[in-house]
């Protein structure tokens, strides 16, 4: 999230000819950041850049740290995809060759995520569940320990970014991957949804949020200002490097996406009974 808002800023800061600062603060899975946002006047210049996880929060924590009412969703910025990339040794070549071998094999094989409550740990625990499969859990902190635990056959498989697989290379083997639709760079990688797994088939994202009393005006403001900053040369090679698509879509469609993913995410978490607090 960082490389994508610091360089929507430097758009932004040029486009509305005044400073525009990013502000980290990372802890307790974003949750620091949210309520400063929550909490700061509505007047757009307070806006908060988050992963689609700043909808899981509230659903893990029994506390509810904040609800998503409180926030005016203005803009998906750019979507990301996870993929399931098991160990070549396994000696599997399909989604549904895995599955078969775990099957025979309940409770052999581990599956890697990024720690409890992430969306990769929650979106494998679905798999399991719809799959009927026994997988053990293990979580890591991030994309770069799980990519190591892999090459070195320390986990049987991993749900990992896309932009994590670069330095993958022929040491796993890609079976599937999340969201609606293939991924540009992997053509070849079926989706979950088109083998029939339809709860993973939410799209990652970055998005942009406002505090909810922003006026509306004034979110169709920034809405259009970072469509048009997402548009240039500069954000989109950042993106592609990435391994990111980037969005910029309307007010109206990133509202509904927010309300759909956030029903999905609400389902998976009272389904698996992952709980944070």
């Known amino acids: 999230?960082?490389?994508?808002?610091?360089?929507?800023?430097?758009?932004?800061?040029?486009?509305?000819g005044q400073p525009v600062v990013v502000d980290n603060k990372p802890g307790a899975g974003g949750i620091l950041g949210t309520k400063t946002v929550i909490?700061?006047?509505?007047?757009?210049?307070?806006?908060?850049?988050?992963?689609?996880?700043?909808?899981?929060?509230?659903?893990l924590r029994p506390s509810k740290p904040y609800s998503m009412a409180e926030l005016a969703p203005i803009s998906s910025l750019v979507r990301a995809q996870l993929t399931l990339a098991v160990q070549k040794d396994l000696g599997v070549n399909t989604l549904e060759e895995f599955?078969?071998?775990?099957?025979?094999?309940?409770g052999k094989y581990s599956l890697g995520n990024y720690g409890p409550g992430t969306t990769p740990h929650l979106q494998g625990l679905m798999f399991a569940r719809q799959a009927k499969l026994e997988l053990i859990p293990v979580g890591y902190q991030g994309g770069a320990p799980l990519l190591v635990a892999l090459k070195g056959n320390h986990v049987s498989a991993g749900l990992l970014d896309v932009a994590a697989l670069r330095t993958l290379g022929d040491s796993a083997r890609l079976l599937a991957i999340t969201g609606a639709r293939r991924w540009?760079?992997?053509p070849d990688v079926p989706t979950f949804a088109e083998k029939g797994y339809h709860s993973l088939s939410?799209?990652?994202?970055?998005?942009?949020f406002a505090p909810a009393a922003t006026p509306e005006a004034v979110q169709q403001k920034i809405n259009r200002e970072v469509a048009r900053?997402?548009?240039?040369?500069?954000?989109a090679v950042a993106v592609e490097k990435l391994d990111m698509v980037v969005v910029g879509n309307e007010l109206q469609e990133f509202r509904r996406q927010v309300r759909d993913d956030d029903a999905l995410y609400a389902r998976i978490i009272q389904e698996t009974g992952v709980q944070l607090d």
């Open 1 to 16: 999230t960082d490389t994508i808002a610091r360089h929507l800023a430097k758009g932004l800061q040029h486009s509305w």
């Open 184 to 186: 540009p760079s992997l």
């Open 202 to 208: 939410a799209e990652g994202w970055i998005g942009m």
């Open 99 to 106: 599955i078969e071998l775990v099957r025979k094999n309940p």
């Open 39 to 59: 909490g700061a006047a509505p007047d757009g210049h307070t806006l908060l850049v988050h992963l689609a996880s700043v909808l899981q929060q509230p659903h």
């Open 229 to 235: 900053v997402l548009r240039s040369p500069e954000i």
